[in-house]
């Protein structure tokens, strides 16, 4: 079975400060995806990153940086200078890698609402 | 870019109405998945479809629910008899090789 554990359910900060959502996972597949999704208040779930758990390497897209650590089993997620606009609900998820071809059903964890204020 | 279209974008219907819910995937993918996002909650894979048949279908996926590809281009998800508890915003998504999701904009369900 798999689960994602975002431990964190609600964080505030002031615009300009830097914010981490951090995101824990299991599975028992040796082989899967990892990604990080937006939902901003209007609904729609808007895709950020995908990462295979071959690559470790950290990424980085503008303000956004994502940390993934096989070793602990966790994918965080950062946000330099955070703005007003950032102010949404994130989710990670993980998926298997190679299902045989018929399946590849995103496991979600239950979010983090982050909330930059002016 | 290519999108997923939902239709409608929020629907209100009576308890015990049937309802269908549409969506138009991208036109070279494969892989069509329902989610579902009770409000305030995480969101929850529901059933995915591949080569014309349900290849997974998740505990909340009961015989009130099914799926279909009537005609190539939309895949519906028909509830047969709704709940109150089936409130919820309803995502469909599609994908070319399983992974890599494009999700649509979601069709808000609300159960009176």
């Known amino acids: 079975a798999q689960k994602v554990t975002q431990a964190q359910t609600e964080i505030s900060v002031v615009e300009k400060e830097d914010v981490t959502l951090d995101c824990v996972y299991e599975?028992?597949?040796?082989?899967?995806?990892l990604f990080w999704y937006k939902q901003p208040p209007s609904g729609e779930l808007v895709f950020l990153i995908r990462r295979n758990s071959f690559d470790e390497q950290n990424e980085i897209s503008g303000r956004y940086s994502w940390n993934f650590q096989k070793s602990t089993s966790s994918f965080n997620f950062t946000i330099t200078a955070s703005q007003v606009v950032d102010s949404a609900v994130y989710f990670c998820?993980?998926?298997?890698?190679?299902?045989?071809?018929?399946?590849?059903?995103?496991?979600f964890g239950k979010g983090t609402l982050l909330t930059v204020n002016p | 870019e290519p999108e997923v279209t939902q239709t409608p974008s929020h629907q209100v219907t009576q308890m015990g109405q049937e309802v269908i819910l549409r969506c138009v995937p991208i036109s070279n993918h494969l892989y069509f998945y329902w989610y579902r996002q009770i409000l305030g909650q995480k969101v929850e894979f529901l059933v995915s479809?591949?080569?014309?048949?349900?290849?997974?279908k998740s505990e909340i996926f009961d015989d009130q629910f099914s799926v279909e590809r009537p005609d190539g281009s939309n895949f519906t998800l028909k509830i047969r008899s709704t709940k109150l508890e089936d409130s919820a915003m309803y995502f469909c998504a599609s994908s070319a090789q399983g992974y890599g999701y494009t999700f649509g904009s979601g069709t808000r369900l609300t159960v009176v």
């Open positions: 998820a993980l998926s298997p890698l190679n299902s045989g071809g018929s399946n590849y059903k995103l496991t």
């Open positions: 599975t028992r597949d040796t082989t899967y995806y």
């Open positions: 479809f591949y080569n014309n048949e349900i290849s997974e």
